[in-house]
């Protein structure tokens, strides 16, 4: 640090520290006719405090602070329904105590913390109570805790799980839940409004904690290893936001302003190099899968079966020689692969044809092909435009259900 640093630093803390005896000496003048203007040592015209005229003992001031604002009325109307979801797995059990009691006891004793999120009460229902959360906080569970704001523990069921949205649905007793979750429109929201994340970061220790952002993007495609093989093998479409999200608020809540839940807390990117990017799965997709996880305790989805590519991966050079697209055409999906016996391949699709509209839907990437394919009905006939060799097409499709490879 330079003299000349050193100096201006130096000025400003002497200049402070005088600032603080003038302000000393004020007060020390005019001190006797002070205290005997004030109501307790408090001064009752500017209401600041001082100390007790008669222990002095330094006390507080008795004005308060209205700090009610649009998001302490948001967090104050879901907080009460956001959990913590303890995922508990049971444990080899090293000692010689376990070989002298029951086999109900030992499975009990041997249950511990494998892992904490947090989960969202979105309905209740007579004595049922419906919790959504990630199925990654509950994944290999033997047993699933909630653990509500109060602090109250109960047992959860698994109603059902989707590893494709990252979703579950947990049953609760509802005798002691008093505050459910209302689902706002995450196709209305607006790049740029806030975002509140609600949840339980690095586990119960710091429940109900509160961060705040703004919805940094809609419909991001965040490439997913489903399988745990280090391999990307799913494309999540997700809101983004720079809401504070750490490992534990997973499966707790993203809201509005009005307090509503916009989406469930999922991923976030994690890196020396990256900061506030946070990802929640899009609450008017929650809505469809966790009433179809309540229905049937898992999702069945129609698929096309082909593998396929954005046709913006594609270079203008294959476009024209491989795929023989007409100039006006600059977006689509191209068909990669066609798996036997699938829909597509019965329908007529081949490889290199270039998807342009489903069901009467301009096809623009693979996320909106996805949406469309998910969005439609088992059973019911589709009709597929396509360009193959330059020529615009059409077929019928006749959606089936498969493993979702699309």
Known sequence: MSEETKNKKSG?????????????????ALGGGYLAATDNGVNTETGVGMVDKDTGEVITTN?????????????????DSVVSVVNMQSQADGGLGGA?????????????????????????????????????????????????????KVEAELIGTDIWTDLAVLSIPSENITTVATFGDS???????????????LGTNFVSSVTQGIISAKNRSVETDITGDGVVDWEVTALQTDAAINPGNSGGA?????????????????????????????????????????????????VLGISLLDLSEISEQQQETVLKLPEDVTSGVVVAEVQPDSA????????YDVIVKFNGKEVTDSISLRKEIYASELGKEIEVE????????KTTVTMTASEPTL
């Open 12 to 28: 400003s803390w002497k200049n402070g520290l005088v600032g603080g005896l003038i302000g000393g000496l004020v007060v020390a």
């Open 63 to 79: 004005v308060s602070v209205d700090v009610t604002s649009d998001v302490t009325e948001a967090v104050a109307k879901v907080e």
């Open 100 to 152: 002298f009691e029951t086999n109900s006891m030992q499975e009990e004793d041997n249950l511990q913390t494998a892992g904490e999120g947090s989960g969202v009460i979105y309905k209740k229902d007579g004595d049922t109570a419906y919790v959504v959360t990630n199925n990654h906080v509950i994944d290999g569970s033997d047993a699933i805790e909630v653990i509500l704001k109060d602090g109250t």
């Open 187 to 201: 196709d209305a929201l607006t790049v740029g409004e806030p975002a509140i994340a609600i949840g339980s970061p």
């Open 254 to 302: 993203l809201i509005n302003i009005a307090g509503q839940v916009i989406g469930i807390n999922s991923m976030k990117i994690s890196s020396d190099t990256v900061e506030g990017m946070g990802f929640a799965i899009p609450s008017n997709d929650v809505v469809s899968i966790i009433n179809q996880l309540e229905a049937n305790g898992e999702v069945v989805r129609p």
């Open 344 to 351: 597509a391949e019965v329908a007529g699709l081949e490889q």
């Open 386 to 393: 396509y360009y193959r060799n330059g020529e615009l097409q």
